[in-house]
């Protein structure tokens, strides 16, 4: 396991992961090619991938194990079905000052399914539309203790209640994509962004972004 920053992190940051991952890949029936792979992540004052402060407390960490399992079939007329699923388990370490203590296992899963075409404009060139769910918590329930009243002597009383952590809401992500070769050397990409209840936030609206890249090889 070696460690890595994580994205984002300052230089002088001391957040870290380490990280191990395997992966196997089939081809059955002639086309169908399915994969599974499987990665553990154990974070030091961090929890997938984010900063630990505010309620998560400070030095807070995390161990997750991550399992995708993947399938891609060739169809007719160049066209390619794929699909993903990812199910995380994490195991939450509390954090010093943190308002969230006592975490259960932490649940979240990841889905996609997309076509792709290839050879649609040009030779080479790929067309892909794909809907998704990012990472999203199915389960996770922590304490949440919060000051109630203080007394004559300046100490303070907390309360404490079982809260469930689970989203309200359900991001789902509609992508198009395109990617060819303009010249010997220079690729073009592009990228259509949707997104409904962005966030995992029911009162979220839908949201929409476009990204072009130019890759030039000298």
Known sequence: MAATELPGQDADDDATADVLQVGVSQRLLSDLVVGASFSMVEEDDSFLGTRSSGAFGE????????????AELPLTGGLDLIASYTQALTVMDDGD???????GLVQANAFGVGIVSHDLLAEGDK???LVSQPLRVSNAEADLVVPVSTNADGSVNFSS??????PDGREISLQLAYQAQLLPGVDLQGLLLG????????????DLGMALRLDVQF
């Open 59 to 70: 030095d807070a960490g995390a161990r997750s194990q991550f399992l995708t399992l993947s």
């Open 127 to 129: 067309l892909g539309f």
């Open 161 to 166: 209640e079982r809260e469930d952590l689970e």
């Open 195 to 206: 997104r409904l209840q962005p966030g995992h936030d029911s009162n979220a609206k839908p």
């Open 97 to 103: 000052a943190s308002l969230l203590n006592n975490w």
